[in-house]
């Protein structure tokens, strides 16, 4: 059985993760996988019960989350969390002018080219009224980006992990000793495998708190609104609010 601990600075419950902590993901799983006794993983939150043997989690004093999960690969993953502060104001009139401000640093008041996208998320909660009338679209708004840049990055992983593991078994195949060629794509596929499960289980886990967090804010959210939020894609992510 593979065990690893991860420390990583996200916003759990709101799903964001910017590229560069996802990159970070990627980075420390493949570090690690070259020590001698541990195939690194980043712990999720949420994942599908297929996947989840057992879950454990705990808060701890610095006010951050860790979770310990085991998979079906038969690894065991912790990843200790801790939420990016301004979340802790969501919902509040607060983070709506913060997400506001930040929307129009993009759009009317921005300085290079404007992601036309940002209105067409605008346009969608246009015809939410529950959105329209809880002084809260623009959290909506943010949240949404949060939610689809996340999805797009992790597919990009995705594609990443599938890709350098055929490479690697290519090289693989090539070794003359049978029993050396064998361990190592025993190895390759081991890693790939736990790879694959942990950012399947980010997707989930994004949509799931994406879901959750408007349902927060509007009080329900039908399900063709949330399908037309997520065919819009970003150009670029939102970015964190500036909230102290």
């Not at 560069?20 to 990627?26: A, S, T, V, W």
């Not at 599908?48 to 085991?70: A, F, K, P, R, W």
């Amino acid at each position: 059985m593979f065990v690893c601990v991860l420390i990583f600075f996200a916003c759990r419950r709101f799903t964001f993760e910017s590229p560069r902590r996802l990159d970070g993901i990627e980075s420390a799983i493949q570090t690690e996988s070259r020590s001698t006794n541990a195939v690194a993983l980043s712990r999720i939150a949420k994942v599908d019960s297929e996947l989840v043997g057992s879950v454990e989690s705990n808060l701890l004093e610095v006010n951050g989350i860790t979770n310990t999960y085991s998979f079906s690969s038969n690894h065991v993953v912790t990843r200790i969390v801790f939420p990016n502060p301004e979340f802790e104001i969501f919902g509040t009139p607060k983070f709506e002018s913060l997400a506001k401000a930040q929307f129009e640093s993009l759009t009317i008041n921005s300085k290079y080219m404007v992601d036309t996208n940002l209105y067409e998320l605008k346009e969608v909660f246009n015809d939410f009224p529950a959105a329209m009338n809880s002084q809260l679209l623009y959290s909506g708004i943010y949240q949404t980006a949060i939610t689809t840049c996340t999805l797009r990055e992790v597919r990009q992983l995705i594609f990443n992990t599938r890709y350098q593991a055929t490479r690697d078994l290519e090289e693989a195949n090539a070794i003359a000793d049978q029993a050396e060629k064998e361990s190592k794509i025993q190895r390759i596929k081991a890693l790939s495998d736990a790879q694959l499960e942990l950012y399947k289980s980010i997707q989930q886990e994004t949509l799931e708190d994406g879901r959750q967090n408007l349902i927060k804010l509007y009080g329900e959210l039908p399900k063709s609104i949330f399908q037309r939020l997520l065919g819009i894609e970003l150009r670029n992510a939102m970015g964190r609010l500036p909230y102290p």
